[in-house]
């Protein structure tokens, strides 16, 4: 007789937990409510969670935002220090010194 292959699901790594009073129902009822069996609501749960914690902290923002500010800053002192030199460059009329006839 020929020797059954195994299903995918039966390859995949497990691991056994254990709930606290409440908890499988709970899940129970979020699975069902999203229309998912309650292997995949504790996986989606997972994921979330690693997303939710793979995101930059508070401080961690704060830094890059600072770092962006002082790149800005130089890119404007340095179209400040070019307008300058464009304006020394122009020659442009005086119009408050013109009378008028």
Not at 6 to 15: A, F, G, K
Not at 49 to 62: G, L, V
């Amino acid at each position: 007789m020929a020797e059954r292959k195994p299903y995918p699901s039966e390859q995949q790594d497990r691991l056994i937990i254990r709930f606290p009073d409440g908890m499988r129902d709970r899940i129970a009822v979020l699975a069902k409510a999203n229309g998912r069996s309650m292997n995949a609501e504790v996986i989606s749960m997972i994921e979330a969670s690693f997303r939710k914690a793979e995101r930059p902290t508070d401080e961690e923002r704060k830094a890059d935002l600072a770092q962006e500010i002082r790149e800005l800053r130089g890119v404007i002192e340095k179209l400040q220090t070019e307008i300058g030199e464009l304006k020394d460059l122009a020659v442009v009329p005086d119009f408050t010194k013109l009378t008028t006839p």
